[in-house]
Each structure stands twice: as structure tokens, then as C-alpha cells.
């Protein structure tokens, strides 16, 4: 069956620090993969979307790296701040581009002052 | 500042009635998207649109949602009857088929007593 999977324990990181959150899938060919932040009580904001034929992508502090092989993309954000604490959810596109987008169930980031 | 709008923010119903939830997509956006959360499920995928048309529903209980979009302005999503477990935050969220964010409007808090 068609799985995508996000360490749903917390991370907690100190502040300054690099967070990197997981986001491994099985049964997808996905034509790219999106990464999203929620806050408690708010609609998914969209961040970073990388294709499958890109291996990394970058926005300011954050970094998205996509490995089709293993069939996984690493999230980064670097020089973390408490601000970056919320809930983060990959979600990729195995419809051929077609925009049926799965989502995974978030990891909760917590970045400690 | 564009964003989608959803209204009711919240609903408390009783189990049997009937609930309707609608959603304006962000003027321009041609692909509108019913998602529903649970602590459980996560976000899921209910139904999708592309101009007005939709385009995959396959996630919606058939027998008792239903999505429709008017016009271009209105997206609708029905439940008669409704169910306790049909309580969930459903969201709803626009884009265009060019460049594949979605954004998601602040949701609707449902609860089904």
C-alpha cells in the first residue's frame, strides 16, 4: 500500500541549531514533492516544492533535497529560531502532475530559546 | 492581500442534519481542492476541481458528501447526513495548474454531536 511517513515523534532543537525533518514514502512515483508549515488553528502554507528530476532546492534558510532512489526528502532549516517551531508535512504528487497531492501527517518542530 | 475564504469558520451540529461548508478560491486560481484533517488521518484529499470540472472525488464518502462549485467564485461541500465521525477541520485550498501550491484557506472546525 501507498505510504508517506514523517517522524511523528517532536523535534525539539536549540536554537541556532540546523533542523532536519524526514519525509519517506513507498509506493509513489512522484512528479515532485512539496513541503508545507501549519500553525495551531491555520491552513498549511506552502514553503518549497522540488521535481523529480532535481536533487536540491533552496529558499533562504531552508533546504529540500529529494532522492528518488531512496525514496525520500530531507527538509533543512538552518540557524533555527523559535519562530520555525510548528508542524511541518511533506506532500508529493503521484499523479503525474495532475496535482492529487498527498499529504504526510507533520512532524512538530520545536525550537528552544 | 489574496486568500482563500472559508465560512463557517465553525460548526456544531447534530448528528442527521445536514451541513454546508463553502470556500472562495483566490481570483485567478483555476484548481480548488477539499481537504479534510484529522489527529487521526491527517489531511486528506476529498475532492479536487479544475475549472469548475472535477477532477477526482475518489477520497469523498459518495453516499453522503458532495462537492460542487458553482462558479468560479464558490466551492461547496455537502454532508446529508451528517455523522460524529464526520468531525474534522476541512479545509479548503486554490492554485493554479502552472505552478502547483496550493493555498489553503483558516478551515472549518466541524463537529458532529
Known amino acids: 500500500s501507498q505510504k508517506i511517513e514523517q517522524n511523528s515523534e517532536a523535534l525539539n532543537i536549540q536554537e541556532g541549531k540546523t533542523a532536519t525533518l524526514t519525509c519517506n514514502y513507498t509506493?509513489?512515483?512522484?512528479?515532485?514533492l512539496q513541503w508545507y508549515r501549519q500553525d495551531p488553528g491555520r491552513g498549511p502554507v506552502f514553503l518549497l516544492l522540488?521535481?523529480?528530476?532535481?536533487k536540491e532546492k533552496r529558499k533562504e534558510r531552508l533546504k529540500v533535497t529529494f532522492d528518488t532512489t531512496l525514496k525520500q526528502s530531507l527538509f533543512h532549516i538552518t540557524a533555527s529560531q523559535p519562530a520555525d517551531s510548528a508542524t511541518y508535512l511533506c506532500a508529493l504528487d503521484d499523479s503525474g502532475g495532475y496535482q492529487k497531492v498527498t499529504f504526510g501527517t507533520g512532524t512538530k518542530l520545536q525550537v528552544i530559546p | 492581500d489574496a486568500r482563500v475564504t472559508q465560512t463557517p469558520r465553525h460548526k456544531v451540529t447534530e448528528m442527521g442534519q445536514e451541513v454546508t461548508m463553502r470556500c472562495q478560491p483566490i481570483l485567478g486560481h483555476n484548481t480548488v481542492f477539499w481537504y479534510r484533517q484529522t489527529m487521526m488521518q491527517g489531511l486528506e484529499l476529498l475532492a479536487y476541481f479544475r475549472n469548475r470540472a472535477p477532477l477526482d472525488d475518489s477520497g469523498m464518502p459518495k453516499d453522503r458528501f458532495s462537492a460542487e462549485m458553482p462558479d468560479a467564485t464558490l466551492a461547496t461541500l455537502k454532508i446529508q447526513p451528517s455523522e460524529p465521525r464526520d468531525s474534522a477541520v476541512y479545509f479548503c485550498?486554490?492554485?493554479?495548474?502552472?505552478?502547483?501550491?496550493?493555498?489553503f484557506g483558516q478551515g472549518t472546525r466541524l463537529t458532529v454531536v
Open positions: 509506493n509513489y512515483s512522484p512528479a515532485y
Open positions: 485550498a486554490s492554485g493554479r495548474r502552472t505552478d502547483l501550491e496550493a493555498f
Open positions: 522540488i521535481r523529480e528530476n532535481e
